[in-house]
DNA sequence: AATTCCAGCGAACAGTTGTTAACTGCATGG
DNA sequence: CCATGCAGTTAACAACTGTTCGCTGGAATT
């Protein structure tokens, strides 16, 4: 199926990812706005002029790695939302699975987390659109469900991007809560799951 | 009460709120860990040098904008959630108040978002002081509503961080909606609201 | 085997940055 | 009324930024 790259394409791209990571890498402790490009290839032991071979701005970079952060995401969302179980099973299991993503790629979600309404306009609406994405995808997952009989359009929408934002809150707070101890960690869990609870009963109780 | 201020101390006071002033106008376009002193200075029409008779760096201004941006903001959490009236009459009044704010401090509610996962550490550290903070109020406020009895501390505390998380949720789906038709204002307003009413459903079969 | 292509290099550019130092003029307190 | 304090100034610094240009070596194509 896929043509072996040559020696020529096959560097680039290793170049190219190596800028890539050093990029997230310096994201950790600062935003976008103000990563340079010489820093970039300073880290990565790259002349600055190469910079433009794969980019061609940091803005550019940007939204490639948000398309890196969230694009490979969308399976993961599908596989949670269709899962089967007791409706606390599952919510416990959204859950770690969320802080097992946290701890997997840390510098990703951060970055979503601090670029999703940072100082860079292509960023911000790529993270909006692949969010946008994720809602969607909850939503016909949603209408799947036989609770949601009887649900509108709208509020089905409304209920997706609740979770949506939900699963990025909690992410935001396991980042925050890792270097912490154990103990905060799990008091972060908990409290995801109960928000989790209190919506599903919402969800349960609609227009009844 | 307040000793009239020397024409000194007025003066100084005046030039550190343009600073201030034009610090926020700069940062709906970039974030705090880009903004330059001299980028500042240049805006207020002073020397740069001025800038260190007011702050340390860039940093300690975004500390004061922070306590600028949310300090005042206390009185209306307290009025919002201890107001009366029917359920969906409060959500409906807290949803227009948001909108209310956004449109009169659009630049203090970006700062906000942008800042509470932006590059700047003492900054993250002070939005989110100060939203725990918010956090702690909602939840004495909360615990002195009838329909909140049997309710343990902790998940007081979890339905409090869910309230003001929305509400910034809220106000930045205003914001993003700002240059949209009204139409599309309408759309947020509603949205806002019907998330409102599935947590209070939630709330009201909490464990029953 | 000869030729084209192109990722990465090196040097140079004008412009910007944060920070220091010593100054000036004016409101203030004795 | 005079001496002190201090907000704001001018000048200079080394360090850094994004972007340009022409070059080079080796892979790719013919």
Redesign the interface.
């Known amino acids: 199926m896929s043509h072996t790259l040559g020696i020529r394409q096959a560097q680039k791209q290793k170049t190219r990812q190596a800028l890539l990571d050093a990029a997230l890498g310096l ?1 950790e ?6 990563l340079g490009l010489r820093e970039v290839t300073r880290a990565v032991g790259v002349a600055p002029t190469a910079f433009y071979r794969h980019f061609r701005s940091t803005a550019d970079l940007g939204v490639e790695l948000v398309q890196e952060a969230l694009g490979s995401l969308h399976p993961m969302i599908e596989s949670t939302v269709t899962a089967d179980g007791d409706s606390d099973e599952r919510i416990v299991r959204t859950v770690e699975l969320i802080a097992r993503h946290v701890d997997a790629y840390p510098a990703h979600v ?1 970055f979503i ?2 670029e ?4 860079v306009q292509p960023v911000r609406e790529e993270i ?1 659109r692949q969010l946008a994405r994720f809602a969607e995808e909850v939503t016909v997952a949603l209408a799947g469900h036989p609770e949601s009989e009887g649900w509108s359009q ?2 089905l929408l ?2 997706a ?2 979770y949506v ?1 939900q699963m990025l ?1 909690s992410a ?1 707070q396991f980042l ?1 809560a890792r270097e912490g101890a154990a103990e905060e960690r799990d008091q972060v869990a ?2 995801a799951a ?2 989790l609870r ?9 227009k009844s």
Chains 1, 2 share one sequence.
């Open positions: 994201l402790e600062q935003s976008l706005s103000s951060r987390a601090r999703r309404h940072g100082g909006r709208d509020d409304m209920l991007g609740l934002d809150a935001c925050e908990r409290m109960q928000r209190l919506i599903s009963i919402g969800r349960h109780h609609w």
